[in-house]
């Protein structure tokens, strides 16, 4: 990894001068925000700090489990007025957070994130894309600070290595990342558990959703890009968000010849939310930052202030651009 061990014991050092941190993730949740941000909050309350763990978003079903480890502050007017420090994980973009800019404004801020959208420009940033996720910058700080890992710490940290490299399926799995998995199971982590919630854990609500989806399958481009839609109608219908189907991607990526997938979630009549995943040259990243959002080379995403007919012809052309570009 490219972190210095200088960068190490400047985010240490804050952590033990502050007396309470806030610790929190993106909107729209996955493992390795919410997994990140119990695990550190776990650590820093051990170490006789008090800290608070803030998602300002709806938790994903798959993820409920997680909330046994540690309480969240869902609502913006339950912060704590009294924190001094703020730990941004797996963020690079403080409007992603859902805190108030004034709120943020007010205290010390600490940016750690994996993702190479993130330019590092405010607050005490450490932003390495050589971790497939910020869970494995957490254990750094754990070798670097010497604490102790104790098995539900070890098992949020578990659900956020698997949710960001697809359960070690993605190209971001590395030899280091087997090598901390490994560790975190020695530690105790539940690995069962993440494994049934996480991953095949299927509500009667979400397979309804997939039964609709698949059949909106498509294929661009001369069969080099998929994409599958999921519309707010028919999400209502199923009794869920459209979201709650994340991995449903993965279906589109799995088609022979497709270099990038494309799924896009009518979250309301007038918002869309995109994933995309690419195999192999293409850089997806650079499509979601058009709509200002942000990920990794291989797997981004973004919200569209558009219905899904429009982001299906905004999001396509974009695609398009970046293909013949790279």
Same mark, same amino acid.
């Given at each position: 990894m490219?972190? $210095?061990?200088s960068?190490?014991?400047e985010?240490? *050092?804050l952590?033990e001068?502050?007396?309470?941190?806030l610790?929190?993730?993106?909107?729209?949740?996955?493992g390795?925000?919410?997994? *990140?941000?119990?695990?550190l909050?776990?650590?820093?309350a051990?170490?006789?700090?008090?800290?608070?763990v803030?998602?300002?978003?709806r938790?994903?079903a798959?993820?409920e489990?997680?909330l046994?480890?540690y309480?969240v502050?869902?609502?913006v007017?339950e912060?704590?007025l009294?924190?001094d420090c703020?730990v941004?994980l797996?963020?690079?973009?403080?409007?992603?957070?859902?805190?108030?800019?004034?709120?943020v404004a007010?205290?010390q801020?600490?940016?750690i994130?994996?993702?190479?959208?993130?330019?590092?420009?405010w607050?005490? $940033? &450490?932003?390495?894309?050589a971790y497939?996720?910020t @869970? +494995? +910058?957490?254990?750094?700080l754990?070798?670097?600070?010497? &604490?102790?890992?104790? *098995?539900?710490?070890?098992?949020?940290?578990?659900a $956020?290595l698997?949710?960001?490299?697809?359960?070690?399926?993605?190209?971001n799995?590395?030899?280091e #990342?087997?090598?901390?998995a %490994?560790r975190?199971l020695? &530690?105790? %982590?539940?690995a069962?558990?993440?494994t049934? +919630?996480?991953?095949?854990?299927? $509500?009667?609500g979400e397979l309804?959703?997939?039964r609709?989806a698949?059949t909106?399958?498509?294929?661009?481009? %001369?069969?080099k890009?998929?994409?599958?839609?999921v519309?707010?109608e028919?999400?209502?219908?199923?009794?869920?968000?459209?979201?709650?189907?994340?991995?449903?991607v993965?279906f589109a990526?799995?088609?022979?010849?497709?270099?990038?997938?494309?799924?896009?979630?009518?979250?309301?009549?007038?918002?869309?939310?995109v994933? #995309?995943r690419?195999?192999g040259?293409?850089?997806? *990243?650079k499509?979601?930052?058009?709509?200002? @959002?942000?990920?990794?080379?291989?797997a981004? @995403?973004?919200t #569209?202030?558009?219905?899904?007919a429009?982001?299906?012809?905004?999001v396509? +052309?974009?695609v398009m651009q970046?293909l013949k570009?790279?």
């Amino acid at each position: 990894m490219k972190t $210095s061990n200088s960068r190490l014991a400047e985010i240490t *050092s804050l952590f033990e001068r502050a007396e309470k941190l806030l610790v929190v993730g993106h909107i729209a949740p996955d493992g390795d925000s919410l997994g *990140s941000t119990m695990a550190l909050a776990r650590l820093l309350a051990q170490s006789g700090k008090e800290a608070h763990v803030a998602c300002l978003d709806r938790i994903p079903a798959r993820y409920e489990f997680l909330l046994r480890y540690y309480p969240v502050i869902t609502h913006v007017d339950e912060l704590p007025l009294a924190a001094d420090c703020i730990v941004i994980l797996d963020c690079g973009d403080l409007a992603r957070t859902g805190l108030p800019a004034h709120y943020v404004a007010e205290r010390q801020v600490i940016n750690i994130d994996h993702h190479v959208s993130n330019r590092g420009t405010w607050g005490l $940033s &450490w932003v390495d894309d050589a971790y497939s996720a910020t @869970g +494995q +910058q957490i254990m750094s700080l754990v070798d670097h600070a010497a &604490w102790q890992v104790d *098995s539900g710490t070890a098992t949020c940290l578990y659900a $956020s290595l698997t949710a960001d490299t697809g359960f070690f399926r993605h190209t971001n799995t590395t030899p280091e #990342l087997f090598r901390d998995a %490994a560790r975190l199971l020695e &530690w105790g %982590a539940d690995a069962r558990l993440v494994t049934e +919630q996480a991953l095949e854990r299927r $509500s009667l609500g979400e397979l309804c959703l997939l039964r609709h989806a698949l059949t909106t399958l498509s294929l661009h481009g %001369a069969e080099k890009v998929a994409m599958i839609e999921v519309s707010y109608e028919v999400a209502e219908r199923c009794g869920i968000q459209a979201d709650e189907v994340e991995d449903m991607v993965d279906f589109a990526r799995a088609v022979p010849e497709v270099e990038v997938a494309i799924l896009l979630k009518g979250m309301s009549p007038q918002v869309t939310k995109v994933s #995309l995943r690419a195999k192999g040259r293409v850089d997806v *990243s650079k499509v979601a930052e058009t709509f200002g @959002g942000g990920g990794h080379r291989a797997a981004a @995403g973004a919200t #569209l202030p558009y219905g899904l007919a429009v982001a299906r012809q905004e999001v396509l +052309q974009r695609v398009m651009q970046v293909l013949k570009s790279d």
